[in-house]
């Protein structure tokens, strides 16, 4: 019997494959028919991401088509303050609310009950794991503590999570504490996921890109090394990719502020720095997900480059952001086999 590879662990372990594997951030999603119809049967966006069955569903749909070599969990980064009791909701047009947190407000958080909300979660993740094929890597995933904070402490998105920074100068202690509060419960949800059978994780920062550079290091790299450090307490042997969207030459001690095992890249970060940040391991990304909209030689042009650049080191080929409903499903196709088979 042939052992079972899984190729996205292999490069985490610090191996050059060719070609690299392949998975996409928010490959499970509104550009494919089937998840639009699984998400009519769902009721709420919430709904969805606590309803095994159809997370399962939703988070399958995109290995059935492409055969990716990782599944990302389908759920949302926003469900650590729906656990907090924070009211969130998804109102179509205007994207995540909830009620906003202040320095009291924080001071009374409790991770009481937080892992009892999430049961349904780690119940999709125990599925997922017996579902899909023995060669596809299963991840598991959660937000950042800055950017979960931004979204706790505006009670919706911004363009530049100006609340949350001016919220930081101003109360610094209690800032501070709800990052240290949202590190410990997301590490330990993340716990929970390798246990229920998620071979690695991902941190999304998503926010990242909007502090300077004493900024990051307090509020994004700081609790992100905190997180990272929790859970490889718990599992020394956890797998974890860290994504700092838009953090650019900050990004050049990441990894060792951190301790991640991977870095995820955004496509506004050069392939020559890229080149560079992998030769101390593994790197993420990072082609534009517009791209896969446009198709044709726009894409072709941009995976050749990519495979030019990083393909002869420790690569995980994905997008530098999630994919967006308006790729056509023949234009992954058409990506996917790119870059399995060459030019």
């Known amino acids: 019997m042939s052992e079972i590879r899984r190729k996205v662990l292999e490069v985490l372990d610090g191996k050059c494959l060719t070609p690299p594997p392949i998975w996409l951030m928010r490959q499970a999603g509104r550009y494919l028919p089937e998840y ?4 009519a049967k769902a009721g709420s966006f919430l ?63 409790r991770a009481a009950g937080v892992s009892d909300h999430l049961r349904p979660v780690i119940e999709t993740v125990s599925r997922l794991r017996r579902q899909l094929p023995a060669e596809t890597t299963l991840l598991g995933f959660c937000g950042a503590p800055w950017t979960v904070a931004t979204y706790m402490i505006a009670g919706h998105g911004t363009p530049d999570q ?75 042997s956890a797998k974890v990719i860290a994504f700092a969207k838009g953090a650019g030459l900050l990004l050049k001690d990441y990894r060792q502020a951190t301790g991640a095992d991977a870095i995820g890249l955004d496509w506004s970060v050069p392939l020559s720095f890229a080149a560079e940040l992998q030769k101390d391991g593994p790197v993420q ?54 870059v399995r088979e060459g030019r």
């Open 47 to 109: 709904d969805l991401c606590y309803t095994p069955d159809l997370a399962v569903e939703v988070t399958l749909q995109p290995i059935r088509r492409y055969a990716f070599d990782a599944a990302i969990l389908f759920s949302d980064i926003l469900v650590i303050p729906d656990a907090l009791q924070r009211n969130v909701r998804f109102e179509e047009g205007h994207g995540p609310k909830m009620d906003p947190i202040d320095a009291e407000g924080i001071a009374r958080l």
């Open 36 to 39: 639009r119809e699984t998400r």
């Open 162 to 236: 100006a609340p949350a920074r001016l919220f930081a100068y101003r109360h610094p202690k209690a800032f501070d504490d709800l990052l240290a509060f949202l590190a410990d419960i997301s590490a330990d949800y993340l716990v929970e996921q390798i246990d229920a059978g998620a071979d690695a994780v991902q941190i999304f920062d998503s926010w990242a890109g909007v502090l300077g550079e004493d900024e990051f290091a307090r509020f994004a790299a700081e609790p992100v090394r905190r997180m990272i450090a929790s859970v490889r307490a718990q599992r020394p």
């Open 285 to 338: 990304g990072n082609l534009d997900p517009m791209r896969v909209v446009a198709g044709g030689a726009a894409l072709e042009s941009g995976i050749d480059r990519i495979l030019d650049v990083l393909g002869n080191g420790p690569l995980i080929f994905n997008l530098g952001h999630g994919i967006t409903p308006q790729a056509d499903p023949e234009n992954v196709r058409a990506l996917v086999s790119r």
